[in-house]
């Protein structure tokens, strides 16, 4: 099992996933690429701030405590040092469940606007969410339903699917962790092997 020094890398790949959901998510507040003419305009899920707050601050915490734990593997708290790097890795896990929200936060709210699909103003003028159950996935009839903002569909699709894809890797990266600060926090293994040489098995 890996240990600090796996949990730097799975910190280091949290943190640009982090960025590129904020990103994501701000590039949803301008539907089809431009500026809203009334905020009213953008879709609800868009404002439940999925991609900046749950995938994206709250996955800052996570990210900079697992970069931290490089020198804190189970060596170091199994053999004859303080056990602070056993505390380190335990409170990991708290820090692996807050990215574990955070990103199925995300998640969940990113699923839930592909299903339900953009607000937009249908041919009646009216500013409705004129689809149902993914019904408009793959079914350009029904598309046509959406008049403006024009490409609607594609941006927010595009970018909710990322969203979704992201916070998916970030769940289980956190996942990961949890696992392996676990794993560090009990020491199973640090009389065999690990503790003698030069790092984790
Ligand atoms: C697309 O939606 C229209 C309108 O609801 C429906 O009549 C049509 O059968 C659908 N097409 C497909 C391929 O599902």
Same mark, same amino acid.
């Given at each position: 099992m890996c240990s600090g020094g796996c949990a730097k890398c799975l910190g280091i790949s949290l943190l640009p996933l982090a960025v590129l959901c904020v990103l994501a998510n701000i590039l949803l507040f301008f539907p089809g690429g431009k500026v809203a003419e009334d905020s009213t305009h953008i879709s609800d899920e868009v404002w439940y701030f999925g991609g900046i707050l749950g995938a994206g601050v709250l996955m800052i915490f996570p990210a900079l405590v697992f970069l931290g734990?490089? @020198? @804190?593997?189970?060596c170091g708290c199994c053999g004859n040092k303080s056990c602070g790097e056993r505390f380190a890795m335990f409170s990991s896990i708290i820090f692996a469940a807050i990215g574990f929200v955070g990103a199925g936060y995300c998640f969940i709210i990113s699923a839930i606007a592909i299903n339900k699909g953009p607000k937009c103003q249908n041919q009646s003028g009216n500013w409705t969410y004129p689809f149902n159950n993914g019904d408009y996935l793959g079914n350009s009839t029904l598309q046509q339903e959406c008049v403006n903002p024009k490409d609607i569909i594609p941006w927010n699709l595009t970018l909710f699917l990322l969203l979704l894809l992201m916070s998916g890797v970030q769940a289980v990266l956190c996942a990961i962790q949890a696992i392996n600060g676990l794993m560090g926090t009990l020491c199973g293994r640090c009389k065999s092997g690990c503790c003698g040489g030069d790092g984790p098995v």
């Open positions: 734990l490089k @020198n @804190n593997d189970c």
